[in-house]
T-cell receptor, first 112, second 113 residues
Framework: GDSVTQMEGPVTLSEEAFLTINCTYT??????LFWYVQYPGEGLQLLLKATKADDKGSNKGFEATYRKETTSFHLEKGSVQVSDSAVYFC???????????FGTGTRLQVFP | DSGVTQTPKHLITATGQRVTLRCSPR?????VYWYQQSLDQGLQFLIQYYNGEERAKGNILERFSAQQFPDLHSELNLSSLELGDSALYFC????????????FGSGTRLTVV
């Protein structure tokens, strides 16, 4: 079945370091791909999305490119801040009324 | 404010009891999704309703049930509660005809003692 695999956390970085969180997917057809972020004590918020191959989603300095050839959607940020500390979830969705399939989440901890 | 409203925010109850969690979707959204988030199991999809009809079922226990009403709000009923049911329960809405992910509510934290 369709699935999403994320790198295990926690990812621990110093402020201003470069961030990569790996995400790969398995799916038939052409899913849309998403990154969600969950700050402590809050619900999930959509961070960015890409709906077709080679699309790049971006928001708040975060970027991810939909790579169909490697079935990947890695999250990157050039310079992380303490305020980026959160859990990041990669997800895919096949159709507009289909459920989101989430990865297990990756906790990011950024220290000053 | 995401536009998805969940009540209550916190719930503490005893084992064996029954509780009802409520979700009002974002205006215009027809789908409601329920997820359970626990420390050791991550984010687990429970069930989806679309315009009042059950659309997809995930890892939902038989002790749990849900419904979506004509005004599109949804309720998740949890019965015969066990300690292991303690978790965050999220509702999300979507399904306006575009693939746009969902919008999540802020969750209900259930503690079973």
């Amino acid at each position: 079945g369709d699935s999403v695999t994320q790198m295990e956390g926690p990812v621990t970085l110093s402020e201003e370091a470069f961030l990569t969180i790996n995400c790969t997917y398995t799916a038939t057809g052409y899913p849309s791909l998403f990154w969600y972020v969950q700050y402590p004590g809050e619900g999930l918020q959509l961070l960015l999305k890409a709906t077709k191959a080679d699309d790049k989603g971006s928001n708040k300095g975060f970027e991810a490119t939909y790579r169909k050839e490697t079935t990947s959607f890695h999250l990157e940020k050039g310079s992380v801040q303490v305020s980026d500390s959160a859990v990041y979830f990669c997800a895919l969705q096949k159709g507009p009324t289909d459920k989101l399939i989430f990865g297990t989440g990756t906790r990011l901890q950024v220290f000053p | 404010d995401s536009g998805v409203t969940q009540t209550p925010k916190h719930l503490i109850t005893a084992t064996g009891q029954r509780v009802t969690l409520r979700c009002s979707p974002r205006s215009g959204d027809l789908s409601v999704y329920w997820y359970q988030q626990s420390l050791d199991q991550g984010l687990q999809f429970l069930i989806q309703y679309y315009n009042g009809e059950e659309r997809a079922k995930g890892n939902i226990l038989e002790r749990f049930s849900a419904q979506q009403f004509p005004d599109l709000h949804s309720e998740l009923n949890l019965s015969s509660l066990e300690l292991g049911d303690s978790a965050l329960y999220f509702c999300a809405s979507g399904g306006q005809g575009i693939i746009d992910g969902y919008t999540f509510g802020s969750g209900t934290r259930l503690t079973v003692v």
